[in-house]
Every structure is written in structure tokens, then in C-alpha cells.
């Protein structure tokens, strides 16, 4: 049995496995510790790819099995490892490319992401605001408190950035949430996650 460390998050871990059954990644998480942003996610997550993969196969891979047998407070996700593949970060980070064989790259990404967008539904009404006050105002709420420079930082009416003068986010929260108190999609559609190199292999 083999078992190799992959990058995880910092509340998760991700494994790849060689058993006797094949070779795996397995992916955990604490169910103790900071359960908002640890388990929450990592269990939203796990439902959306298994919702994905049963409308993209041939993009999303199938979750084999989730156990917590062999620690209580933690929780286990296991899924295929996909040997011979390779993150486009790393292709790109790494390998001398032809700006063909980017365009290749980026055409293959841009068509999975076309499928998986391609699945709409009716916009729920003022989705704009809760967004805006979950996934910007309380996330900054919360780097704020942890971090006093950060806290400053948000403070400065502007600063001197490279010889330019650049206002501070102050300045811009007025005209952030007004953009998206505003904000009236016709659709939503099904999304992977944020379109990173990384995330585009996940």
C-alpha cells in the first residue's frame, strides 16, 4: 500500500492511495474543528460533484465511497485517481509550450466549462444582496478581525501605490453594494468553482 501527500486546504487533507482495489484519491476533513469552513464546504462540495458528474461524466469524476471508520472526527471522500493526468498549472508552469498547444489547452478547458454552464435555471429574486453580504461584506468582516494590518489597510482614505495615488476600498463599498442590491440575473447556471488553473482540474 502506498500513500502520497497532495496539496489539501487548510482544514482538509488529500491523499493519493494504491490498495489492493486501485489507486485513489482520498480526500478528509475535521468534523470538530471550524465546521463552517471546513466540513460545510468540503460536504457542499462533495454533493456538488456528485451532482456534476451524473450530468458530465466524461468531465466530473464519480465519488467511490465517503467513511469516517477510521477516525470519528474525521471524514473521508475517495474517488478515482486518474493516472497520467496532470494540472494545467503545472503543464504550464513547467513544460515549454507552443502558443498552438496553449490554444489546444484553452479551448479543452473553455468547452468544459461551456457544458457545465450550460446547464440554467430561473435566477432567484435579490440573490445579489445575499451574495453580497455573505461573500463580501462578512468575509471582509472576518479578515478584518483577524488581522489588525489588514483592518488599517481597509481604513487608508488612499495611498501611494508605485507613485500613484489609489483610494482606498472605503471609497467603494457605496457603489459595491449597489451594483449587486441591483443586480437582476435572467439565469443562474451550474459552476464548478472559480475558473483557476487549479480549479480546473478538480
Known amino acids: 500500500m502506498g500513500i502520497k501527500k497532495l496539496k489539501g486546504g487548510s482544514l482538509s487533507d488529500a491523499y493519493h492511495i494504491t490498495n489492493p482495489y486501485g489507486e485513489f484519491v482520498m480526500k478528509n476533513v475535521t468534523r470538530s474543528r471550524e465546521r463552517e469552513y471546513g466540513f460545510m464546504r468540503w460536504y457542499s462540495q462533495m ?33 478515482p485517481y486518474l493516472k497520467g493526468y496532470t494540472d494545467v498549472k503545472t503543464i504550464l508552469s513547467t513544460m515549454n509550450l507552443t502558443e498552438g498547444q496553449i490554444f489546444k489547452i484553452s479551448k479543452a478547458i473553455w468547452r468544459g466549462f461551456d457544458a457545465i454552464h450550460s446547464n440554467t435555471y430561473d435566477a432567484i429574486k435579490n440573490a445579489g444582496e445575499l451574495y453580497y ?58 459552476i464548478l468553482g472559480n475558473p483557476t488553473l487549479e480549479n480546473s482540474t478538480h
Open 47 to 79: 454533493k456538488k460533484q456528485q451532482r456534476l458528474h451524473k450530468l458530465h461524466p466524461e468531465y466530473i469524476p464519480a465519488i467511490s465511497w465517503i467513511t469516517s471508520e477510521s477516525d470519528p472526527s474525521i471524514a473521508e471522500l475517495w474517488m
Open 133 to 190: 453580504d455573505e461573500e463580501i461584506v462578512q468575509k471582509m468582516d472576518d479578515a478584518r478581525t483577524s488581522d489588525n494590518q489588514f483592518d488599517k489597510f481597509c481604513h487608508n482614505e488612499s495611498f501611494d501605490y508605485h507613485g500613484q495615488i489609489v483610494h482606498g476600498i472605503n471609497n467603494y463599498w457605496y457603489d459595491l453594494q449597489e451594483y449587486f442590491y441591483e443586480l437582476k440575473l435572467p439565469f443562474e447556471q451550474d
